[in-house]
């Protein structure tokens, strides 16, 4: 049974940082590309980033870009989001996703983690 779990999120300032985490369980972690996405009250779920099964590769949303930085353990099975520089608009629910290949889609990803929610307080 494939299990992603979240952790780190919480309440900060702007202009704060916090570090997401994702634990792989279930899956042969280091074929899968991994994503994170993020669900704000009232939106719809939007790409964040993504890194390739070796972590050589890496694709940004531009709303993130330059503040956000994804990276992977394979040998702990972990994914990671590092958020600097964090602004209201940054608020929502963050969910990884594992999928066999590098996406900003979606619909494309067959595992989720149940989420974990980041405030960012002004």
């Known amino acids: 049974q494939v299990q992603l779990v979240e952790s780190g999120g919480g309440l900060v300032q702007v202009g704060g940082s916090l570090r997401l985490s994702c634990a792989a369980s279930?899956?042969?972690?280091?074929?899968?590309?991994m994503g994170w996405f993020r669900q704000a009250p009232g939106k719809a779920r939007e790409f964040a980033a993504a890194?390739?099964?070796?972590?050589?590769?890496?694709y940004y949303a531009d709303s993130v870009k330059g503040r956000f930085t994804i990276s992977r353990d394979n040998a702990k099975n972990t994914v990671y989001l590092q958020m600097n520089s964090l602004k209201p608009e940054d608020t929502a629910v963050y969910y990884c996703?594992?999928?066999?290949?590098?996406?900003?889609?979606?619909?494309?990803?067959?595992?989720w983690g149940q989420g974990t929610q980041v405030t960012v307080s002004s």
């Open positions: 996703a594992a999928d066999w290949t590098l996406t900003s889609s979606a619909n494309e990803y067959d595992y």
């Open positions: 279930g899956l042969t972690f280091s074929s899968y590309a």
């Open positions: 890194i390739n099964f070796s972590g050589r590769i890496t």
